[in-house]
């Protein structure tokens, strides 16, 4: 059973920046899908960005483009957010999530993974 565990989150100020981690605390994350997810209190769980096993294809939500970046290191089996230009409403726990594959393609939606980590905490404050 493949389990997840993010990390990376932590307290920023407002236009800093974040690299969060996804990592297998069980199982591997070879051959599987990746996605980002993240939900602020008594909001919906949002949709950011999904990667393919060998990274060859991404998607973004339309508006988490361009101060969002997902990419994966196989060799260090990590796949990673990169957070930019951070703004307070940024400010969510943050998940990811896995299904294993055999083709490069990934949607955003979350019935799309049946793996979850518990989340990594954001926080975007002066």
């Known amino acids: 059973q493949l389990q997840l565990v993010e990390s990376g989150g932590g307290l920023v100020q407002p236009g800093g920046s974040l690299r969060l981690s996804c990592a297998a605390s069980?199982?591997?994350?070879?051959?599987?899908?990746i996605g980002w997810f993240r939900q602020a209190p008594g909001k919906e769980r949002e949709e950011i960005s999904c990667?393919?096993?060998?990274?060859?294809?991404?998607k973004y939500k339309n508006d988490m483009k361009g101060r969002f970046t997902i990419s994966r290191d196989n060799a260090k089996k990590l796949v990673y957010l990169e957070l930019m230009n951070l703004r307070p409403d940024d400010t969510a726990a943050y998940f990811c999530?896995?299904?294993?594959?055999?083709?490069?393609?990934?949607?955003?939606?979350?019935?799309?993974?049946?793996?979850w980590g518990p989340g990594t905490q954001v926080t975007v404050s002066s």
């Open positions: 999530g896995a299904r294993r594959v055999n083709i490069e393609f990934c949607i955003t939606s979350a019935s799309g993974y049946d793996s």
């Open positions: 990667i393919t096993p060998h990274g060859t294809f991404t």
């Open positions: 069980s199982g591997t994350l070879d051959g599987h899908n």
